[in-house]
T-cell receptor, first 117, second 112 residues
Framework: EAEVAQSPRYKITEKSQAVAFWCDPI?????LYWYRQILGQGPELLVQ????????DSQLPKDRFSAERLKGVDSTLKIQPAELGDSAMYLC???????????????FGPGTRLTVT | LAKTTQPISMDSYEGQEVNITCSHN???????ITWYQQFPSQGPRFIIQ?????VTNEVASLFIPADRKSSTLSLPRVSLSDTAVYYC?????????????WGAGTKLIIKP
């Protein structure tokens, strides 16, 4: 069964440092999502891609977060500089359904657990 | 502020049917309602999705009333392995702003 790959699985970094997360979606899935999940809360959408284009980044803290999906396949989420409040699980998901198809059957990767010290 | 509302936690016993309800008053007209299951330290897993009335698959049923302002996930004959957090997900339209809204999750604990 095809899966969404993410790396690293765990990352510890000091505040003010830069950190990057990588995601490889299921082959053929044009839509890719990055979420942040704080322990005990539901996922919060950070950015959504349709192929290589950003279609929703309204909740992305753009002063420190950036995301790209240059060839419309894998994607990278970067935080620079990291802050203590960024400690969370960062989840990547992919979907066959295009943006605003109103269907949200998403397939999630295992996530990256970020700890900022 | 657009949001969905679910019970924070529920307990049940093996073999029982469990129903978890989510309210979503501002669901976008064309959006589906989607439910996910999440185990600790894993990403959410898709369970079921529906637009109206009733949808059933091999693991769950989803009941959606005509006004679509709520939905109920039904898990038949639960087992210990169904202990997890369950989330509803909808597209929400408030003041012409579209948002993808996840509930805060319902922690379901199944007892032997």
């Amino acid at each position: 069964e095809a899966e969404v790959a993410q790396s690293p699985r765990y990352k510890i970094t000091e505040k003010s440092q830069a950190v990057a997360f990588w995601c490889d979606p299921i082959s053929g899935h044009a839509t890719l999502y990055w979420y942040r999940q704080i322990l005990g809360q539901g996922p919060e959408l950070l950015v959504q891609f349709q192929d290589e284009s950003v279609v929703d980044d309204s909740q992305l803290p753009k002063d420190r977060f950036s995301a790209e999906r240059l060839k419309g396949v894998d994607s990278t989420l970067k935080i620079q500089p990291a802050e203590l409040g960024d400690s969370a699980m960062y989840l990547c998901a992919s979907s066959l359904a295009p943006f605003r198809a109103y269907s949200y059957e998403q397939y999630f990767g295992p996530g990256t657990r970020l700890t900022v010290t | 502020l657009a949001k969905t509302t679910q019970p924070i936690s529920m307990d049940s016993y093996e073999g029982q049917e469990v129903n978890i309800t989510c309210s979503h008053n501002n669901i976008a007209t064309n959006d589906y309602i989607t439910w996910y299951q999440q185990f600790p330290s894993q990403g959410p897993r898709f369970i079921i999705q529906g637009y109206k009335t009733k949808v059933t698959n091999e693991v769950a049923s989803l009941f959606i009333p005509a006004d679509r302002k709520s939905s109920t996930l039904s898990l038949p004959r639960v087992s210990l392995s169904d202990t997890a957090v369950y989330y509803c997900l909808v597209g929400d339209s408030v003041d012409s702003n579209y948002q993808l809204i996840w509930g805060a999750g319902t922690k379901l604990i199944i007892k032997p």
